[in-house]
C-alpha cells in the first residue's frame, strides 16, 4: 500500500527534503495539506476542533473550576483553581468556622461553662402544671446537698458575717443559691438566734423561695417561745412551715403544709456534736412510725470544722414527695444549721440535750 513521505526500505531516515513523519506513541496522522503551515503546540497531537474548548495534555491551560450549586448562567472563577477565602477574625471553633449542617471538627476553646454546672429544667410536657414556679428543679431530685459559703472575715476575725449557700443535687449540679438577709447590728448582737430573712434564688438570678425567721428561743425552759420558720413560694404565697416542739432531749420538729397541718416529723440526736462523723436528724412519717428521708450535717474536715462555721448539709426525702415539702425540708436545714450549728465568734457551744 502506498503511505505518503514513508522513508526508502533499507533506510530508517527520511528521503532528503521530505518532512518528518507524523507519528507520536504509535499513533499516525496525515500530514497537513499542501501549501499550509504545519500546527505546533500541541505535542504533535491534530489541533482542536473550532468552537471546541481546549484540553490542556501538554501544557495546555485547564479548565475552569465551577462554583458551588453550579448553574449554566454562573460565572466561572476568574483563576483556574477556586482560592480559599480569608478566615473571618473571630472562629469560636478553634480556627474553624462552624457550618450549619457539617459536623463540629474542634470543640470551643476558652468558653465558660458556667451553664453546665446548673442543674437544666425538665422537658415543658413533663413538668407539673400544679408545680409552683420555680420549683421545678425539686421534682426530679431526691437528694440536695447544701455547701454554705466560707466567710474570710469570719474566720480569723470572728465577725459574723450574713451566710450564703449553694444547693446543688447528687451530681454536683447547682440547683439554687441561698444568702441571707439581716442587718449588722442583729447579726453580733444575738448570734446563731438572730431573726433573718433567706433568699433562694435560681440560675436566672430569679427568688423561687423565701423564708422567715423571727427571733426566739431555743432552750426547752422557753416552752412558748420555740423557733419557728414559714416558706413561701414564690415569694408571698405560704407554702408551709418549720415549728419547733417543746421537748427536753432530743430536738424535734413539725414539717407543716399551707393549711397549718403536720406532714412531716423531725427527731435529732441528743448529742449534736461528733468528731469525724455526721450528725443525723431523721425525717419521720406523721405518726413517726416510718423514717422517709433525714437532714444529715456532714463532717467537713478538721481545719474547716475547727475554724469556720461553713457547714455541709445532705437532705434526702421521696422522690415522688410533693415540692412543695421538699422545699420545706430545705428551709428547716437552714434551721437546724442555725439553732445547732452556727458559731458565736468561733465559739463551740453545743451541749447535750435541749437546755
Avoid at 161 to 172: A, R
Amino acid at each position: 500500500m502506498y503511505a505518503p513521505n514513508a522513508p526508502s526500505k533499507g533506510d530508517n531516515l527520511p528521503a532528503p527534503g521530505a518532512p518528518p513523519p507524523y507519528s507520536e506513541q504509535g499513533v499516525s496522522y496525515p500530514p497537513p495539506p499542501l501549501g499550509q503551515p504545519q500546527q505546533t503546540g500541541y505535542g504533535g497531537y491534530p489541533p482542536p476542533v473550532t468552537g471546541q474548548p481546549e484540553i490542556g495534555f501538554a501544557g495546555g491551560p485547564y479548565p475552569p473550576y465551577p462554583q458551588p450549586n453550579f448553574q449554566p448562567s454562573a460565572q466561572p472563577y476568574p483563576q483556574p483553581y477556586p482560592q480559599p477565602s480569608e478566615p473571618p477574625v473571630h472562629q469560636p471553633y478553634g480556627g474553624y468556622a462552624n457550618v450549619p449542617g457539617q459536623p463540629i471538627v474542634a470543640q470551643p476553646i476558652g468558653q465558660p461553662n458556667s451553664a453546665l454546672e446548673w442543674m437544666p429544667l425538665q422537658p415543658q410536657h413533663q413538668q407539673n402544671r400544679s408545680c409552683p414556679p420555680g420549683l421545678e428543679y425539686l421534682t426530679a431530685v431526691d437528694q440536695l446537698l447544701v455547701h454554705q459559703k466560707v466567710e474570710l472575715l469570719e474566720a480569723f476575725v470572728g465577725f459574723e458575717t450574713s451566710n450564703k449557700y449553694t444547693v446543688k443535687n447528687s451530681m454536683g449540679q447547682k440547683v439554687f443559691y441561698a444568702a441571707e438577709i439581716s442587718d449588722c447590728c442583729t447579726r453580733q448582737l444575738c448570734g446563731p438566734n438572730r431573726a433573718f430573712d433567706m433568699k433562694i434564688v435560681d440560675n436566672h438570678g430569679q427568688e423561687v423561695i423565701h423564708l422567715n425567721r423571727p427571733l426566739a428561743c431555743t432552750s426547752c425552759f422557753f416552752p412558748c417561745c420555740l423557733q419557728n420558720m414559714e416558706v413561701t413560694a414564690p415569694p408571698g404565697t405560704p407554702i408551709g412551715s418549720i415549728q419547733q416542739e417543746w421537748s427536753i432531749l432530743s430536738p424535734k420538729f413539725s414539717i407543716k403544709d399551707a393549711s397549718g397541718e403536720t406532714v412531716l416529723t423531725i427527731e435529732g440526736p441528743i448529742c449534736t456534736f461528733s468528731l469525724c462523723g455526721d450528725v443525723e436528724f431523721n425525717v419521720y412519717s406523721r405518726n413517726g412510725d416510718t423514717k422517709v428521708g433525714k437532714i444529715s450535717k456532714q463532717w467537713s474536715g478538721l481545719v474547716r470544722e475547727a475554724f469556720t462555721d461553713a457547714d455541709m448539709f445532705g437532705i434526702n426525702f421521696p422522690l415522688d414527695l410533693d415540692v412543695r415539702i421538699k422545699a420545706v425540708l430545705l428551709g428547716a436545714c437552714f434551721l437546724i444549721d442555725f439553732m445547732f450549728f452556727e458559731k458565736a465568734g468561733n465559739d463551740e457551744r453545743d451541749l447535750p440535750g435541749m437546755l
